[in-house]
């Protein structure tokens, strides 16, 4: 008997083309569940979060206190990171400028989370405080803000007068600017 080595590299040739196919659709499937994880996540923030924050930095404002708003929605290549929104306060004091921590709020879609970071030096770890349901979330968001601001004046009271703002935060409002870390949790795994 002798070796069909033509049929060998043909059947080879096509189980490696077949693999080839079914890794790519694969692939493509994972792509497309995981822009809807990360549009269903923004939806959350966006439904939940954003118009608690406008009222805050209206109100705020009246009271001469800055805020900072930076999105974080441009995450679908980014697997282990879901959308977020950090929210800061600025105060000013004899010239100098002062930030207070920042509030993280993130989502998978279904729940809204917050966390918070004091940035000094550009370095920021992150305390979890809680997290809420998407629709359920109201007092998670308000929680966060006063944390924000109370940590403005916190910040104001026990700084010398010549600290000015940090420059881990001071990027310009829009998509990935800015602060360089999130909270890196995982979006759920689709039912």
Do not use: W
Not at 31 to 40: A, F, H, I, K, T
Not at 163 to 179: L, M, Q, R, Y
């Amino acid at each position: 008997m002798s070796a069909d080595f033509e049929k060998m590299a043909s059947e080879a040739k096509l189980a490696h083309d077949l693999r080839v196919v079914f890794r790519s659709q694969q692939q493509a499937e994972q792509r497309q569940e995981r822009s809807r994880l990360v549009n269903d996540a923004v939806a959350a923030i966006t439904s939940d979060v954003i118009p608690l924050l406008e009222q805050a930095i209206v109100a705020f404002s009246r009271h001469g206190i800055s805020t900072k708003i930076m999105r974080y929605f441009d995450v679908k290549d980014c697997m282990g990171k879901d959308p977020s929104i950090a929210f800061r306060c600025l105060g000013r004091v004899d010239g100098a400028q002062f930030e207070g921590p920042v509030a993280f709020f993130s989502s998978d879609g279904a729940v809204i989370r917050l966390a918070v970071a004091k940035v000094k030096n550009g370095h920021a770890p992150l305390e979890s405080l809680g997290s809420e349901p998407r629709g359920q979330s109201e007092g998670l968001v308000a929680r966060g803000i006063q944390t924000a601001l109370d940590g403005l004046f916190v910040e104001m009271e026990q700084e010398p007068e010549t600290e000015t703002a940090s420059p881990a935060f001071s990027g310009k409002s829009g998509d990935n600017t800015g602060i360089d870390f999130l909270p890196a949790q995982r979006l759920r795994a689709a039912s």
